[in-house]
């Protein structure tokens, strides 16, 4: 069964196309970071302290968002609403 699966719906492509934009993303992702990083660490200008606790807030936001919205979704469950 898995191997006519596996045939049918072509998974190899899906994993190659797949992992060509994941590696391709997580590159992009590395190189804009360490730039960034650099040019913080390296130069002061003005503003960037407000830059830099923008960036470290947006990336905590999204996990605080995250848990807000997963306690109302367990909470709106266990209350049947």
């Known amino acids: 069964n898995f191997e006519m699966v596996w045939n049918a719906l072509d ?9 060509i934009i994941a590696i391709g993303c997580t590159v992009l992702q590395i190189v804009v970071c360490a730039i960034t990083g650099y040019g913080f660490a390296r130069f002061k200008f003005k503003g960037s302290t407000f830059l830099f606790l923008f960036a470290i807030f947006t990336i905590s936001g999204e996990r605080i968002f995250g848990m807000f919205l997963s306690i109302s979704i367990f909470l709106s469950l266990k209350c049947g609403i």
């Open 11 to 19: 998974f190899s492509e899906a994993f190659k196309n797949t992992s």
